[in-house]
């Protein structure tokens, strides 16, 4: 893996003047991601902040060639143009090696894109999908989404007197991509560029299509100071509310493993999202979601044979 | 209340139980109000993952007797055509909100009344029409989804409101309608058949002929629409010589234009289609017979200028003045074109 000397010897293909908000993690994981990789790449991204904050026409953040489609849209645009690059390799009318990598948060990702992506997986084309994932529909304000955790408060699952937040568990999404026995899938999170930036850099050595979801702090929609983005992208990690593993070829690997698993109200009281929880009438709703983190992480140890 | 909010609630005072909705801007609002305020009222909220299912979850509900909903803006329309045809080729009932903002593609959030082809014209695929609405106020806003509800189930069509950015986020104060208690009967309704025969409720005929049958049946059913359902408003008409000719909000501002231009001594007027399909052709063509001149102004670049043409022909002198691309007209812009015609 590149040292950090060799990453800020590196050209920034996401640069600086884009209006995503002060301590948004969208944009440090973009830019990691495009450190990563070692040959050109061509960006698709699908509607969302990420889209939206570094493409105020005529301004652009992106140092690469960039496209965008709407939010269902990124896994079919990157086939299309992945899909006329072999052509053309095949044709002899290019020789480049080009990377394509599409980036695409929760919301078209998990929900309205996910029929695209699961297409674009099971064709078999050579891209990496990033899934930038802040647990909601940050760009339209707020609104709930299949990666939400259970009982956080969002516009549309707002925590009230009667029901405390969503009330549903997040979907697994890169256990689903697994089942495509998509050659590298893999999770991440902002708070761990070491561990991220490797994965991408195996991701995109993999002769084949290539998933990471990438946990994404959003200081507006989570309810948290700007300055403690990474920090609670690491606290994620470390509480194992958000395990960081990779699949390769159908094998779990743990890329992470605390030292001291840490409790999840220690996660949980970071964000304003999840304030709600801590009133004494919700107690036995924080017992369900420690329970379930619990779960998962045994069930993750055990897939990675590290019981 | 904001526009999202007020047809919100008048939907509910329609009885109607059932919204399936999904965000965008800048009708995401709508969406929001309804998380509650349908829990509230006893309903089902459901925010789907995509357009296309919000309006399959509509048509689901609506051909099991339910009064049901979903809004959303002009992108997020374009996904739900299909649903919109089914609605139409099934003839069920269902009332769809178009917050409409400037495209074509991903455009801008920014508000336009680009949508009018598609609104008045069926939509989706196939030979059909749906009773579409432009309100140009939050209170017309709110009365007009709260009558879409009723001409639904006794037409059995989709009904179309028509609105955009502004009033989606624009904030009046409203007059409420009372709760609707009594709902009509639905016999036609998949609700289990014991004790019955099995009703049916398909768009798909396959017998040589048995289409055609059916879209001529749908075809007297949009006649007796169009004999029925027009509505439109007249500002000025008695001693005008020059009419604008505006719907939603752009006949607001042509409002403003008319009452400068009053007080220059201009004798202009306003017509002002609420129906936009249905679409006035007649009480335009009356019109015509006296003023003199026409000038349509939209935000989009002439369509329901399509439409006046029809209704007015060669009767009198008929122009076009837009702002597409959420363009908003101000009222000297507009009087300034009258004073060039």
Same mark, same amino acid.
């Given at each position: 893996m590149a040292n950090l000397k060799e990453l800020s010897e590196r050209k920034e293909l996401l640069v600086g003047g884009h209006r995503l908000c002060p301590g948004c993690a969208a944009g440090i994981i973009a830019r990691q991601v495009l450190l990563a990789a070692k040959e050109p790449v061509v960006v698709v991204t699908s509607t969302g902040c990420l889209e939206v904050a570094t493409t105020i026409f005529p301004y652009s953040a992106w140092k690469v060639p960039w496209f965008h489609n709407a939010f269902e849209n990124a896994a079919s645009t990157i086939s299309g143009i992945e899909a006329a690059y072999r052509s053309l390799k095949r044709k002899g009318k290019i020789d480049k090696e080009i990377r394509f990598i599409a980036f695409g948060g929760d919301g078209g990702t998990y929900d309205i894109g996910l029929q695209a992506l699961s297409g674009a997986v099971e064709r078999g084309h050579r891209f990496l999908y990033i899934c930038y994932n802040n647990q909601a529909y940050m760009n339209t304000g707020i609104q709930r989404s299949s990666a939400t955790p259970k009982g956080a408060s969002t516009t549309t699952a707002p925590a009230g007197t009667v029901i405390p937040g969503k009330i549903q568990f997040r979907k697994d999404l890169t256990r689903i991509m697994v089942a495509h026995q998509i050659p590298y899938a893999a999770t991440a999170t902002a708070g761990k560029w070491n561990d991220l930036i490797t994965k991408v850099e195996k991701a995109l050595a993999t002769d084949g299509p290539s998933f990471m979801d990438i946990l994404s702090s959003c200081r507006l929609g989570w309810g948290h100071p700007p300055e403690q983005t990474l920090t609670i992208g690491r606290l994620a990690a470390d509480t194992c509310f958000w395990p960081l593993y990779e699949v390769v070829a159908g094998e779990y690997h743990l890329t992470y493993k605390p030292k001291k698993k840490r409790p999840v109200t220690e996660w949980l009281k970071t964000q304003a999202r999840f304030k709600h929880l801590f009133k004494p009438e919700n107690k036995g709703l924080i017992d369900t979601i420690q329970n379930y983190v619990d779960e998962q992480w045994q069930k993750l140890l055990k897939l990675c044979g590290e019981e | 209340m904001s526009g999202n909010e007020a047809a919100g609630e008048a939907a509910i005072r329609a009885g109607c139980r059932y919204y399936f909705g999904y965000p965008i801007t800048p009708q995401n609002q709508f969406t929001e109000y309804m998380s509650w305020r349908m829990r509230e009222a006893g309903g089902t909220f459901i925010q789907s993952e995509s357009e296309i299912a919000a309006i399959n979850m509509v048509f689901g509900a609506s051909a099991a007797g339910a009064r049901v909903m979903t809004s959303s803006s002009s992108p997020g329309i374009s996904l739900k055509q299909e649903g919109i045809s089914y609605l139409a080729g099934c003839e069920l009932p269902a009332v769809i909100v178009n917050m409409n903002r400037a495209g074509p593609g991903l455009g801008d959030v920014t508000p336009s009344q680009s949508d009018y082809f598609q609104a008045t014209r +069926? @939509? +989706?695929? @196939?030979d059909y029409r749906t009773i579409t609405f432009g309100p140009s106020s939050i209170q017309e806003l709110f009365d007009l989804t709260y009558l879409a509800f009723d001409l639904a189930d006794k037409y059995r069509n989709p009904v179309l409101i028509l609105a955009d950015g502004i009033l989606a986020q624009v904030m009046e104060a409203v007059k409420f309608k009372k709760t609707k208690k009594r709902l009509p009967k639905k016999p036609w309704a998949l609700t289990g058949c014991k004790g019955r025969k099995p009703n049916f409720i398909k768009s798909l005929f396959l017998t040589p002929g048995v289409l055609e049958t059916h879209n001529w049946k749908l075809a007297a059913k949009y006649q007796k629409i169009e004999e029925r359902e027009v509505r439109y408003e007249t500002y000025y008409s008695e001693d005008s010589k020059f009419f604008l000719v505006a719907y939603g909000s752009c006949a607001r501002i042509a409002k403003g234009a008319v009452i400068e231009g009053r007080k220059e001594g201009m004798r202009l007027g306003l017509f002002r289609p609420i129906s936009l399909w249905p679409f006035p052709y007649k009480a335009l063509a009356k019109l015509a017979e006296r003023g003199k001149k026409f000038l349509v102004v939209e935000?989009?670049? +002439?369509?329901?200028f399509d439409d006046v043409k029809i209704a007015i022909g060669d009767k009198a002198k008929i122009s076009f003045y837009g702002r597409p691309g959420g363009g908003i007209p101000t009222p000297k812009e507009i009087l300034k074109e009258v004073k060039k015609r």
């Open positions: - | +069926g @939509g +989706g695929h @196939g935000m989009n670049l +002439g369509q329901m």
